[in-house]
């Protein structure tokens, strides 16, 4: 079963890419949430992605919205990728797919983790969903644009 709109987004405890435990619920009653999960550090697509988050991550904080990437790449390979790209924000590890599964994460063609990006408001309720695998570069886009009409 996967996470609708107008739901609470399931809770998680992760470890980011500086070894931090990362809580979900923390961001509660001070920030939105755009939690983007995406297949593989360092791949192209994903890339593209977190490159496109980072390149918007100011207009982010004026929103007041946290951005925090998810896959199953362990910390380390996050440190890496965020180090390689610049990025100014949380990745945190999924390593065994509990939190993937939680949200209900379709995978592509079977084979590969889903993209799927959710916009959380500061009450902890998911307020879109945008799934794309094919077209990583619009997921900053389109949690902008939602962020903005809050």
């Given at each position: 079963m996967s996470v609708q709109v107008g739901q609470l987004a399931p809770d998680f405890s992760l470890t980011n890419q500086a070894g931090e435990t990362v809580t979900l619920s923390s961001f509660r009653g001070q920030k939105a949430v755009v939690l983007y999960f995406y297949p593989k550090d360092d791949t192209p697509g994903c890339t593209l992605e977190s490159c496109s988050f980072r390149d918007s991550h100011s207009e982010f904080q004026q929103i007041g919205a946290e951005v925090i990437g998810i896959s199953s790449d362990s910390p380390s390979s996050h440190h890496q990728f965020a180090n390689k790209y610049q990025l100014p924000?949380?990745?945190?590890?999924?390593?065994?797919?509990?939190?993937?599964?939680?949200?209900?994460?379709?995978?592509?063609?079977?084979?590969?983790?889903?993209?799927?990006?959710?916009?959380?408001?500061?009450?902890?309720?998911?307020?879109?969903?945008?799934?794309?695998?094919?077209?990583?570069?619009?997921?900053?886009?389109?949690?902008?644009k939602v962020l903005q009409s809050l």
């Open positions: 924000f949380t990745l945190v590890s999924d390593g065994d797919g509990s939190v993937r599964r939680a949200y209900g994460v379709p995978s592509t063609l079977g084979l590969l983790p889903g993209r799927v990006t959710y916009v959380i408001d500061q009450e902890g309720v998911v307020r879109h969903i945008f799934n794309s695998q094919f077209n990583p570069k619009a997921h900053a886009a389109e949690a902008k």
